[in-house]
């Protein structure tokens, strides 16, 4: 009842206030490999503020152009909005959302002439954020390296254990879980996720070292043997040296991400952030 009612709001203020707007859709598979399609609708308020609302997770039985953009315009005769004041819709790069033939947005605009096409500037960040750092071997080991340490963070409770006792003992303080909870693994597909990921290894290296020594001296076990060989990698000056050239690109790229997604930002704003990053 809940969400209904405020579906029912998102859509009469649309109606009310911008009658035209767009779709923002990205695909992603939950925790059971389902396809599920989240789909957000952007639009401009009265007082001229743009609005983006998320309206909901869409299962697709299938990633085609033809069904993502039948889920696409399903959802929107459910909201009860008229497609044909559609005028903008926004994907990544797949060639089943940007396909010029038969991705979603070729679909969407042999119907609706209107509804322009617009990679997410975000995206493309990410992308080359990723190209950068697969074009350099010692960057693509270090944040391999780093993927690998926050996998066994994640699995190991034990390690998770022995890491925030060294992190108490180091910080006379155990109440200071700041530096555990940014140890994760790094996002397969928003690259830019990883900065934060790196900073936080760089920052607590010391930490992550005698957490790793220990962990590799308490047991026998493959995930002592994967903690031994993880020491050793981060033992090394030249890891150190990687994640830091890796922070020297990610750095402005992940600003620069978050400057991209603000609701406030122009076309000419964005313009201006990219060329200063470049």
Known sequence: ??????????????????????????????????????????HVSNKLQ??????????????????????????????????????????????????????????????????????CAAHCVHLVAQHAAESDVLVRDCLQWVHELGKLYRRSMKFNSIFNAVVSETDGNSSTPAPAARIKPLCPTRRLCRHPAVVSVVDTCAVVLDSLHKMADSQRSETAVKAQGLHEKFSQGTTLLGLRIAMCVTGPLHELSRVLQARCE?????????????
């Open 266 to 278: 122009t076309i000419s704003g964005m313009i201006e952030c990219v060329q200063a990053v470049r």
């Open 50 to 119: 743009v609005i983006e609302d998320s309206v909901g997770l869409y299962q697709v039985t299938e990633t085609t152009g033809d069904a993502i953009a039948a889920t696409v315009e399903d959802a929107l005769l459910w909201f009860g909005l008229d497609a044909n004041l559609l005028r903008g819709q926004t994907y990544d790069s797949g060639a089943n959302m940007a396909g010029i033939l038969n991705g979603c947005q070729a679909v969407m605009r042999r119907k609706y002439p209107l509804a322009l096409h617009f990679h």
């Open 1 to 42: 009842m809940i969400s209904h009612s405020l579906l029912l709001s998102i859509v009469a203020d649309i109606k009310s206030q911008s009658k035209i707007f767009a779709v923002v859709a990205d695909g992603t598979q939950d925790i059971t490999s389902k396809e599920q399609l989240s789909i957000c609708v952007r």
